[in-house]
């Protein structure tokens, strides 16, 4: 089993910014895809974000696409997911994942590691 730590979370009002981390200790993941997964109250656990292992392919959702930017840092193997102009609906616990593709998928199934993830509330 795969052991990835997600930080950064918090409480932050609507418009303003928290830069979510990611990194699985003991383990590189310098090559791998990477993703970041979001799950709100009653609802399924949906797809935000994925770059590959060079950050030269990069996918998000259509609903945060020019608010949130997804990055790595191999060198420190740690992911992040800078997340701007928030609103009440990005409230969701915020889950990275590491694929079991070189593709750069949305596809939650391809994804079977998870982290505990971190709690993101944006108050309106």
């Known amino acids: 089993q795969v052991q990835l730590v997600e930080s950064g979370g918090g409480l932050v009002q609507a418009g303003g910014s928290l830069r979510l981390s990611c990194a699985p200790p003991g383990r590189t993941f310098s090559t791998s895809v990477m993703a970041w997964f979001r799950q709100a109250p009653g609802k399924e656990r949906e797809f935000v974000a994925a770059?590959?292992?060079?950050?030269?392919?990069?996918r998000y959702a259509d609903s945060v696409k020019g608010r949130f930017t997804i990055s790595r840092d191999n060198a420190k193997n740690t992911v992040y997911l800078q997340t701007d102009s928030l609103t009440p609906t990005d409230t969701a616990v915020y889950y990275c994942?590491?694929?079991?593709?070189?593709?750069?998928?949305?596809?939650?199934?391809?994804?079977?590691?998870w982290g505990q993830g971190t709690q993101v509330t944006v108050s309106s």
């Open positions: 994942a590491v694929s079991l593709s070189p593709a750069v998928t949305e596809v939650r199934a391809m994804y079977p590691n």
């Open positions: 770059i590959n292992w060079s950050g030269s392919i990069i």
